[in-house]
């Protein structure tokens, strides 16, 4: 079995931890990774221009019913809820979930739905409980789950509150989650 997508999900101090963790993967790094970031519905939509900048995968704002390709990192638009079917996304602007959109358990419980043990779940820092439900739904069908260290985070709410509501299968300082990845997709699980 081979993992074909991760799905992440991050909020407060999420700019500087995509940085490293999308900074250490390889450019033949097989997996699609699509990304939830909080943000204010009017934010400045050069996430990926400046994402872009740390890491040499090809890196943009989703499009509805965009084709999932390995390799690439994908992010949820501002205002948006970013959702995946077997092989693409879609979005939605459906109401917000848990005061979020997009929200990280929106991604997080569709890539489960549409992937069950062939994604891999990862919760970075963050300031609320959203991405909870998504990893404990995500888990339940057999996705693999990593949660960033909260003594690594720069808002150790969401990574605590994942900790203590999943059986997560590692947590992890944040520098040593990009080289898990790498292992995991090149290993096979």
Known sequence: MSYELIVIGTSLGGLSALKTLLGALPQDFSAALAIVQHRHRESDPGLGTFLQQFTVLPV???????????GHVYLAPADYHLLVEYGYFSLSVDEPVSYARP???????SASDSYNERVIGVILTGANQDGVQGLAALKARGGMTIVQDPDTAESPVLPKAAIAAVSVDAVLPLGQIAPRLMNLCTAGG
Not at 60 to 70: C, N, S
């Open 103 to 109: 929200s990280i358990d929106v991604l997080l419980e």
């Open 60 to 70: 943009h704002e989703v499009e509805d019913k965009e084709r999932i390709q390995p």
